[in-house]
């Protein structure tokens, strides 16, 4: 069963880059069965789909978040990453990283997250 | 793009049978069968409980079902226990190659 798991600092200052990591395991990062996720929980609303990251490296994300997102992957830590730059209040929320089928359109494991604060 | 719509709570007793909406629009919900369900416990990860818009994971209860209308989603809970009290979103891909989630559903089993 694919196990994940959120990291990064949990205090970001407005206008820097928030940074996060998720760590993969009993589960191979690079199989190709899994667009490797991320999601976000803004407190007392909904969830937010970010974007993805395949293992060949391709990424595709939010429209509303293109301009200021980057994802990479790092095969041989079974890690892939989020940057989110010049954050605000806004992007306050509970990060998570998840994993979606690439047969079919749903996320079926989930990491734990990550409480992500913007303050100064 | 703009969440899916689903009611802000739903409550029900011990037993009873509740449904959750879920309304998107044709580029989502109404174009794919891909309307995806989660359970959210307080200080939890969303588990899945209804893919595909009906289907559910292997050992869930069976007394979860989705459906599908138009560019309508509901999930049923049946015969509800007090376990069942959470948070429940929807989720659709949509014709952008995205996901789209719902607000978000308060169950208060009373």
């Known amino acids: 069963q694919v196990q994940l798991q959120e990291a990064g600092p949990g205090l970001v200052k407005p206008s820097q880059t928030l940074s996060l990591t998720c760590t993969v395991s009993g589960g191979s990062i690079n199989s190709g069965n899994y667009y490797w996720s991320w999601i976000r929980h803004h407190p007392g609303k909904g969830l937010e789909w970010i974007g993805y990251?395949?293992?060949?490296?391709?990424?595709y994300c939010n429209p509303s978040l293109k301009s200021r997102l980057t994802m990479s992957i790092d095969t041989s830590k079974s890690q892939f990453s989020l940057e989110l730059s010049s954050v605000t209040a806004a992007d306050a929320a509970v990060y998570y990283c998840?994993?979606?089928?690439?047969?079919?359109?749903?996320?079926?494991?989930w990491g734990q997250g990550i409480l992500v604060t913007v303050s100064s | 793009q703009s969440a899916l719509t689903q009611p802000a709570s739903v409550s029900g007793s011990p037993g009873q049978s509740i449904t959750i909406s879920c309304t998107g629009s044709s580029s989502d919900i109404g174009t794919y069968k891909y309307v995806s369900w989660y359970q959210q416990h307080p200080g939890k990860a969303p588990k899945l409980i209804i893919f595909d818009v009906s289907d559910r994971p292997s050992g869930l209860s069976n007394r979860f079902s989705g459906s599908k209308s138009g560019n309508t989603a509901s999930l049923t809970i049946s015969g509800l226990q007090t376990e069942d009290e959470s948070v429940y979103y929807c989720s659709s891909y949509t014709r952008s190659s995205t996901w789209v989630f719902g607000g978000g559903t308060k169950l208060t089993v009373l």
């Open positions: 998840a994993s979606a089928s690439t047969v079919s359109t749903y996320f079926d494991y």
């Open positions: 990251i395949f293992y060949s490296g391709s990424t």
